[in-house]
């Protein structure tokens, strides 16, 4: 199974600058109400509203993804050029494999705020920028594993692990922006890594796209 970073993703252009494998957002948590954001000023009493969005960002160069889809239709196949599609069978069994596979690093550890684990496997939830974020944005493992409504008709499900502290509670960077273009890309913030789960014949079968 191999793995991209999250990096990856955020800074992957898609051809025709269509956002379908990268995402500007990879590993942010967006908030950009259609008002702005309402800021209180304690020391002056006052309120007022300025026209930024918050972003929540985790260490995205820490954080190892693996990306599947629930759906397996025309679409998709066109907007990635698939050649072929492995299905999985036993979604379960995969999973266990997955977990096995894992570095050593990528389980549970105990922290000054209590125990976290550093993988998940889970569908991807999607939301629109000007949706609350609640308690998402400071827990860096749902910011993986959510996405902007853009990307919905994807259908995704992602496998994600970290060696770090990544997905300690709070361990993201709060910045106040006014983005007008895409961030420069970090190349030097690229990882992948390939985790070995055998013989995966008896739980998923490919299938061959006529084209």
Same mark, same amino acid.
């Given at each position: 199974m191999?793995?991209?970073?999250?990096a990856y993703?955020?800074d992957?252009?898609?051809?025709?600058a269509?956002?379908?494998v990268?995402?500007?957002?990879?590993?942010?948590?967006?908030y950009r109400?259609?008002?702005?954001?309402?800021i209180?000023?304690l020391?002056?009493?006052?309120q007022?509203?300025i /026209?930024?969005g918050?972003?929540?960002?985790?260490k995205?160069?820490e954080?190892f993804v693996y990306?599947v889809?629930?759906?397996?239709?025309?679409?998709?196949?066109?907007?990635?050029?698939?050649?072929?599609?492995?299905?999985?069978?036993d979604?379960?069994?995969?999973? /266990?494999r997955? /977990?096995k596979?894992?570095?050593?690093?990528?389980?549970?550890?105990?922290g000054?705020?209590?125990?976290? /684990?550093?993988y998940?496997?889970?569908?991807?939830?999607?939301?629109?920028?000007?949706?609350?974020?609640?308690s998402?944005?400071?827990?860096?493992?749902?910011?993986?594993?959510?996405?902007?409504?853009?990307?919905a008709?994807q259908q995704e499900?992602?496998?994600a692990?970290?060696?770090?502290d990544?997905f300690?509670?709070e361990n993201?960077?709060v910045?106040l922006?006014d983005r007008?273009?895409?961030?420069?890309?970090?190349?030097?913030?690229?990882?992948?890594?390939m985790?070995?789960?055998?013989?995966?014949?008896?739980?998923c079968?490919?299938?061959i796209i006529?084209s």
């Amino acid at each position: 199974m191999f793995c991209w970073n999250a990096a990856y993703y955020r800074d992957y252009e898609d051809a025709k600058a269509a956002q379908v494998v990268g995402d500007e957002y990879e590993g942010t948590r967006l908030y950009r109400p259609l008002n702005g954001l309402e800021i209180n000023n304690l020391t002056q009493h006052t309120q007022g509203n300025i /026209q930024r969005g918050a972003e929540f960002i985790t260490k995205a160069h820490e954080i190892f993804v693996y990306c599947v889809s629930m759906a397996f239709n025309d679409d998709l196949i066109k907007e990635f050029d698939a050649k072929a599609c492995v299905e999985i069978c036993d979604p379960l069994k995969l999973m /266990q494999r997955w /977990q096995k596979a894992l570095p050593p690093e990528a389980h549970v550890t105990s922290g000054a705020v209590g125990d976290y /684990q550093k993988y998940v496997c889970r569908r991807v939830s999607y939301y629109h920028g000007h949706d609350l974020p609640g308690s998402v944005w400071a827990i860096p493992d749902l910011i993986t594993t959510t996405k902007l409504k853009r990307f919905a008709y994807q259908q995704e499900y992602r496998f994600a692990y970290t060696k770090t502290d990544a997905f300690r509670f709070e361990n993201v960077r709060v910045e106040l922006v006014d983005r007008k273009a895409r961030t420069a890309p970090k190349p030097e913030e690229h990882f992948h890594e390939m985790l070995y789960l055998g013989d995966l014949h008896d739980i998923c079968r490919i299938h061959i796209i006529n084209s």
